[in-house]
């Protein structure tokens, strides 16, 4: 196996052997958001002509799923192998950085999609959902997943404890998830907040990724398409030239 092969394959295994962890509790807190906010807002929202509630918001659960395990999956196992010190027999081997970048962001886009489908297997029993342009859900998916497994990997390079990472988490991530559209259309905001989340690259990813359940979006999907695409290209350089350079990695 080339070095790639066989680190994508650590990840990989990395999540999967506390996969009760990794995988099922992510999708039950989806379970939870679902049967709640379902619940309560099913006869007094709706979003769109002739789309229930619950079936808007079963798009959004399964797209927030995706971006927060992948960002999870790529930060958590640089900060470990930092901490526990195993981190230099991952830089030992005649590894580039694009061995590097692609193994790491890889296997997070693996566990974003695997939480992502659970998410969707389980909760599209509660809501009719349709397939107006599949292209679309498996584009922004992917996209989405490699732009927060990026993300997750520039955290792990940049923090040095735990605490560092999960301020990142906690101010930068949840927040541009939260406010991305996930639970409501930003129609349904005041103009200020509207044009405040036209500002969150997370905000076309879930609109993209809704779009391709329903047809319908707040903005036209190649708009978000272009957008997300750009994101990810200067998210993925500078993470690239971080590992290139070793920055916090090699001393």
């Not at 999870?72 to 580039?96: D, E, M, R, W, Y």
């Not at 750009?230 to 030239?241: E, M, P």
């Amino acid at each position: 196996m080339t070095g790639f092969q066989t680190l994508f394959y650590k990840e990989v295994l990395r999540f999967w052997k506390v996969a009760t962890q990794t995988i099922t509790a992510p999708i039950l807190t989806a379970m939870l958001y679902l049967l709640i906010f379902g619940h309560v807002l099913e006869d007094r929202v709706q979003v769109y002509p002739d789309v229930k509630y619950t079936s808007f918001l079963i798009p959004g659960l399964v797209m927030m799923s995706v971006l927060q395990n992948a960002f999870a999956n790529s930060s958590s196992s640089l900060i470990q192998s930092k901490i526990t010190g195993n981190l230099v027999f991952v830089l030992l081997p005649p590894l580039s950085h694009w061995d590097m970048f692609a193994a790491y962001v890889l296997a997070a886009v693996v566990r974003g999609l695997a939480v992502g489908l659970g998410v969707f297997v389980i909760t599209a029993w509660f809501a009719h959902l349709s397939f107006v342009a599949p292209v679309w859900i498996v584009t922004f998916a992917l996209l989405g997943a490699a732009i927060l497994g990026t993300m997750g990997l520039i955290a792990g390079i940049w923090a040095e404890k735990f605490d560092q990472l999960a301020a990142f988490q906690n101010f930068l991530i949840m927040p541009a998830t939260f406010l991305s559209g996930v639970f409501y259309s930003i129609h349904s905001l005041p103009p200020f907040w509207q044009a405040v989340s036209h500002f969150n690259p997370f905000f076309y990813m879930i609109d993209g990724f809704r779009y391709g359940f329903f047809g319908k979006s707040d903005i036209h999907p190649v708009t978000s398409f272009a957008i997300v695409a750009v994101f990810f290209a200067v998210l993925a350089t500078f993470a690239i030239n971080l590992l290139k350079g070793g920055y916090k990695l090699r001393h």
